[in-house]
């Protein structure tokens, strides 16, 4: 008799309830430690001097301000977020949209999952109207997805060339940025750059020794200070992550939110005085004598405030944002402090490049003349002095936006044509009694016309003295433009303000209708 142990059927494990409770503190907690982040990682990063993604995005907006998407995204790295911070918040109560890439996950590398949160808030942010702001933190592409990787930094840069114009693009370099990922910041319509702990290049100095033998540091080659004053490529250059970031803020309270809308304009000052006598005597009325206009640009615009743009490269001439009764204005200025003012190749670059973002942004401007002309040389000749002088006469030509010129004293030659004369389309053009518009100088234009005489006299000095002083009486007299309907008015320093002021209100509703056209050549 064959007995055999009776079966007992198995017992089904018992599952634990699924509760509605149950799946919401899951949920808490994993999405609690994907935020706390790895905790050695989040060390090493601050031992470098650096902040985390969502650290910086703290700082940048406002509180609690910050919706999140694809915080639960993995992709090669098997980490949550797959390396970068996505989203979007406020700052002082208008939206924006940003992306903070996190090097405590792969060293913030970017990959195909990595790249599409990126594009995602990009085409969220064009489809909205806000502007996108980009941390970048990254040692560039992941090596291990191959041509994925570099597909999706493609797909970015596509991205903001669809954008430009459309939506102010910020790029804040707060750690590595090589390779091909440099050309996001390029692409921006302004980039910071934090010292030390901030270096972008193409090439990095392994492959600069490999290639020429050159030894140099991460930051000799591409820290903020190189990009800051010799590149320009860094528009913004700060000490540390709080400063850097309290800048972008500062910078977004200027702009418009895309080019649809006007600038946020806000009260001006309740104790405004438009009349400022310390203008007449800040300007030298010697024409070789140098002065920092920006105690100009102070004494101009609202609380003598005004963000620079491009501090500390090509200084020859000054651009900034300021307000003028509130309303936001972009200032162009020669620098007689630098060059005595002249204006060279990096100048003209620097200047067009703000003068098209202030259009594209329905951003009035204001141009303040003190030029002797381009800076002669056969190093700026052989550099294309011709061609990017070109770039800002462009640039000015093509600006629709309201624009007001105040000439202080010289404005030689081809120098006074490109920096906004009416005759490219200034609206209102004013001068100081000190202007002196001419070809020249009158002493060189002497020397040239006269040259014959010159040679031939028994004193030719005392005869060159005699027509300097003629050629100043007849040609080059404050009142010579005016006469002929170049300058609209030539006005006392002191009201220089409330003249600016006036002009921008008047032109306030400006509109001008260009050409049917798929879009003009700039000689780039």
Request: one cysteine or more; aromatic letters at 6%.
């Amino acid at each position: 008799m064959d007995v055999r142990p009776a079966v007992r059927p198995t017992q089904p494990q018992q599952q634990p309830q699924r509760t509605m409770r149950a799946l919401r503190d899951r949920r808490d907690e994993l999405a609690g430690r994907i935020a706390l982040g790895d905790r050695v990682a989040v060390e090493r990063q601050h031992r470098l001097g650096k902040r985390t993604a969502r650290e910086r995005l703290e700082l940048l907006l406002d509180e609690g301000s910050f919706v999140e998407v694809d915080m639960y995204r993995r992709g090669t790295t098997g980490a949550h977020t797959d390396g970068v911070v996505a989203g979007s918040g406020t700052v002082d109560g208008r939206r924006v949209f940003v992306y903070a890439q996190d090097f405590t996950i792969s060293g913030g590398s970017l990959g195909a999952g990595h790249a599409e949160k990126i594009h995602k808030v990009m085409d969220m942010a064009v489809a909205t109207g806000s502007p996108i702001v980009a941390l970048n933190d990254s040692g560039g592409a992941r090596i291990q997805e191959g041509v994925m990787a570099l597909n999706g930094y493609g797909g970015i840069f596509r991205r903001q060339v669809e954008a430009s114009g459309i939506v102010p693009q910020i790029s804040v370099v707060l750690g590595p940025c090589a390779g091909g990922a440099a050309y996001s910041p390029a692409l921006a319509d302004f980039t910071f750059m934090v010292r030390e702990t901030a270096q972008m290049y193409l090439t990095g100095p392994d492959v600069v020794q490999a290639v020429s033998g050159e030894r140099v540091t991460h930051n000799q080659l591409g820290g903020a200070d190189v990009h800051g004053s010799m590149s320009g490529v860094a528009s913004f250059v700060h000490d540390d992550e709080e400063s850097c970031l309290a800048d972008v803020r500062y910078l977004l309270s200027l702009l418009p939110s895309n080019n649809l809308e006007p600038p946020p304009s806000c009260e001006p000052p309740s104790d405004d005085d438009d009349v400022r006598p310390d203008l007449a005597s800040l300007v030298p009325v010697s024409p070789n004598q140098p002065y920092d206009i920006r105690a100009v640009i102070g004494d101009v615009v609202d609380d003598g405030e005004f963000l620079e743009v491009h501090e500390g490269w090509a200084a020859n001439v000054v651009c900034a944002f300021a307000r003028v009764g509130g309303e936001v204005v972009g200032v162009v200025g020669n620098q007689p402090l630098v060059l005595a003012g002249v204006l060279d190749t990096a100048a003209s670059q620097k200047a067009a490049r703000f003068v098209r973002f202030c259009d594209a942004f329905n951003i009035p401007l204001v141009t303040l003349v003190d030029v002797p002309g381009f800076l002669p040389g056969t190093d700026q000749e052989y550099g294309g002095a011709i061609r990017h002088g070109a770039k800002l006469l462009y640039a000015y030509c093509e600006a629709s936006v309201p624009r007001v010129q105040v000439i202080l004293r010289k404005a030689y030659g081809g120098a006074y044509i490109v920096m906004d004369s009416r005759s490219i389309g200034c609206d209102l053009s004013l001068a100081w009694p000190t202007n002196e518009i001419a070809v020249m100088g009158a002493e060189a234009a002497v020397n040239v016309i006269h040259r014959k005489e010159l040679a031939a006299a028994a004193d030719p000095d005392e005869l060159r003295q005699v027509l300097v002083a003629r050629y100043a009486d007849e040609l080059a007299h404050p009142y010579y433009a005016a006469e002929r309907g170049l300058v609209d008015d030539v006005i006392d320093p002191a009201q220089t303000r409330a003249a600016v002021r006036r002009g921008l209100e008047m032109l306030r509703d400006k509109r001008r209708r260009s050409p049917a056209r798929k879009h003009g050549n700039v000689p780039l």
